[in-house]
């Protein structure tokens, strides 16, 4: 049964609102077939759970929330390949995988997400020889503007254009997965100076200085180290064991949720506090060895909140663009009361993707909730753009279609799919004609 209701939409960063007019809750695909059609004359936005840092889901018109259409429908443990409904979190597919011998292949370190969601903003992890999430889906179920289920895969212009396809060629209702069996990784944790970390670049984060799988690390802008975590496959016998629950609690739970959130808290309001602050947080940082399944150790709680600009660059370009923003920061009016994250991805072939076609870099500048961040986010834009850079679709950026058609070798055939399904704009809103421009030519 089709549900209905109203009422004000925040996203998780409290960023963005709206109230639409009326939000469909389905728990079928005829039910969304129902709410396609209601919507006909007006607009449709498909909604997950918020944690995108734009307007993308924003609407007060019609908002579909595929909260009740969650859940697996096939598993194949010999093929590896999930069909799993739109509306599941990753938090609840990561489960559900596990309990039957598999896993994603790489993930990002947020798990709140539904995998319609996150497959349609390009989220992504790290690896330099691993894509995105958007690059371990194999087939699409969508309702079209014109009320028909269609299904999708490799080959179909469909596919490759909705992929990562931001809600705008129809609605998802299902995504087969090509999954991996489930893997044990060694999380490596520890600080280093950050002189050291930008010496070896290429080297840390490829992996080739010591066979990692999966690096990252964090830089608190004022401080000189960085947090440097390396994650590489192992057998279960050879891995450490996990986190002591007791030492989770107290790293993750109070350190880096409830003392670093009160931490932003004084510097937002005490602006001069900032930068002994942001030293002090860089300082204190611990190392941790530990082994774990591969979703327990990529993804991380998140409690304190903030708002994130994040870029894609030809990983070469990698270097200048940290030399650009480590110059910049001392500038600022404004202080920075968050910590740079930087990651990796090997090219892929998805139209929409960050990572297309070169193997990439990622840079995210993030800033606690309430304070200034347009002249940092402003800032770091420009030295994006001069990079070659591709903002992430569901964080914070300037571009319109015409700066991001430059980006993408692929933007017109994106364009000419999205009229094709869509020809009336259905499926758009103010966002979306920014960024990909108007349906009609």
């Known amino acids: 049964m089709l549900g209905v209701s109203r009422g004000t939409w925040r996203n998780w960063a409290g960023t963005v609102t709206a109230t639409p007019a009326r939000v469909h809750l389905p728990r079928s695909v005829d039910d969304v077939v129902a709410a396609v059609r209601a919507a006909r004359g007006s607009h449709l936005r498909p909604r997950g759970s918020g944690h995108s840092f734009t307007p993308l889901a ?5 908002a579909i929330d595929l909260r009740h259409w969650a859940g697996v429908d ?9 069909r799993v409904r739109a509306g599941t979190t990753l938090r609840a597919l990561n489960t559900a995988l596990d309990a039957h011998g598999l896993a994603m292949a790489n993930l990002g370190d947020i798990d709140a997400q539904t995998i319609s969601g996150a497959v349609a903003t390009g989220t992504h992890g790290t690896g330099a020889r691993l894509g995105g999430v958007a690059t371990q889906v194999v087939a699409l179920d969508l309702v079209l503007a014109d009320g028909s289920v269609v299904h999708c895969s490799a080959g179909d212009e469909l596919f490759e254009a909705a992929r990562i396809g931001l809600g705008a060629f129809g609605v998802v209702t299902g995504l087969t997965l090509q999954c991996v069996p489930a893997f044990t990784l060694r999380a490596v944790e520890r600080p280093e100076p950050l002189d050291d970390v930008l010496t070896g670049l290429d080297a840390l984060l ?29 057998d279960p016998a050879d891995a450490p064991p996990p986190l002591h629950p007791v030492r989770r609690f107290l ?7 409830a003392a670093f959130g009160a931490l932003c808290r004084v ?3 005490l602006p001069r506090t900032a930068v002994p602050l942001g030293r002090v947080a860089g300082s204190v940082l611990s190392a941790r060895e530990y082994g774990d399944r591969s979703h327990r150790v990529f993804t991380t709680r998140r409690r304190v909140r903030f708002v994130e600009s994040e870029w894609a660059f030809p990983r070469d370009r990698l270097a200048g663009v940290l030399d650009d923003l480590r110059a910049l920061v001392p500038r600022l009016e404004h202080p ?11 090219a892929d072939d998805v139209w929409l993707s960050t ?4 193997d990439t870099a990622y840079v995210a500048i993030h800033q606690y909730v309430g304070a200034p961040r347009e002249e940092y986010f402003t800032g770091f834009a ?9 903002p992430h679709w569901g964080k914070v950026h300037p571009l319109d279609a015409a700066a991001l058609r430059e980006r993408y070798p692929r933007f017109d055939d994106v364009r000419r799919v999205r009229r094709d399904v869509d020809p009336g704009g259905l499926f758009t809103n103010p966002h979306l004609d920014r960024v990909l421009g108007p349906v009609a030519p």
């Open 206 to 234: 490829t992996g080739d200085d010591d066979g990692a799988d999966h690096v990252e690390f964090y830089w608190f802008p004022y401080g000189s180290q960085a947090l440097v975590k390396r994650n590489t496959r192992v």
């Open 336 to 346: 920075v009361l968050f910590p740079v994250e930087v990651r990796v991805a090997a």
């Open 74 to 82: 096939t598993l194949d443990t010999t093929t590896g390949r999930v």
């Open 267 to 269: 510097a937002r309001a």
């Open 251 to 257: 790293e993750y739970d109070v350190v880096e949720n």
């Open 58 to 62: 924003a609407t007060d018109a019609h």
């Open 382 to 390: 420009e030295i994006a753009a001069a990079a070659g850079g591709r």
């Open 355 to 358: 990572a297309y076609g070169r």
